[in-house]
């Protein structure tokens, strides 16, 4: 391995740890939903903070829905802005599978992460992000050690992420209307 690779993988697992760390104390010292006020921004940075988190959770959808329940007419939109902002965010787990995934690769269920991004990368990804779970960091791990190219691995998360938004958000504002006329 070349002087550089060396370079390029340490200084990718220190971006990685480094982000996310400095979100670890950001959130803490901040209260995230206030993001929620700044309206398509405010989702965007909520969902990017809360995903460029390896494996530490921080709660972007919720500024994401009440966003959308603020915007009732827009939530559709307001969904598409959360899904880009956590897609983005992945890219920390990438980076760290990049740089080198050492401390997980003999885990049971990376190795089988590893498998899938090698026979099927862009479903499984796919997969992973549209449903609410945990692992899609594990899959952003392996897609980066295994050198996956990033703009199918961005590709197919935005597009799970986005599904995966767009039902929270309609099943949030659904929810929401028929509280209201059950109410009413």
């Known amino acids: 391995m070349s002087?550089?690779?060396?370079?390029s993988r340490a200084g990718s697992i220190l971006l990685a740890v480094?982000?996310?760390?400095?979100i670890a104390i950001f959130a803490s010292r901040f209260d995230i939903e206030q993001l929620r006020q700044y309206g398509y921004p405010g989702v965007f940075l909520a969902s990017l903070l809360a995903n460029?988190?390896?494996?530490?959770?921080?709660?972007?959808?919720?500024?994401?829905?009440?966003?959308?329940?603020?915007?009732p007419n827009e939530w559709w939109l307001v969904a598409l802005v959360g899904a880009v902002?956590?897609?983005?965010?992945?890219?920390?787990?990438?980076?760290?599978?990049?740089?080198g995934s050492g401390v997980i690769e003999n885990r049971h269920?990376?190795?089988?992460?590893?498998?899938?991004?090698e026979r099927h990368g862009m479903a499984t990804v796919f997969v992973l992000?549209?449903?609410?779970?945990?692992?899609?960091?594990?899959?952003?791990?392996?897609?980066?050690?295994s050198k996956y190219p990033y703009y199918k691995f961005i590709?197919?998360?935005?597009?799970?992420?986005?599904?995966?938004?767009?039902?929270i958000c309609w099943a949030a504002i659904s929810s929401a209307t028929w509280l209201l006329r059950f109410l009413a």
Request: glycine share 14%; with cysteine; aromatic share 8%.
């Open 155 to 167: 590709l197919a998360c935005w597009l799970g992420k986005s599904i995966k938004t767009l039902i």
């Open 129 to 145: 992000s549209a449903i609410p779970n945990p692992l899609i960091d594990l899959a952003g791990l392996a897609a980066g050690a």
């Open 3 to 7: 002087a550089w690779q060396i370079l």
């Open 109 to 117: 269920m990376y190795q089988r992460l590893h498998t899938w991004m």
């Open 18 to 22: 480094g982000i996310t760390v400095g």
């Open 85 to 99: 902002g956590e897609a983005l965010g992945e890219s920390t787990a990438y980076l760290a599978g990049y740089g």
């Open 52 to 71: 460029a988190t390896i494996a530490l959770p921080v709660p972007g959808v919720a500024v994401t829905i009440g966003t959308a329940l603020a915007l």
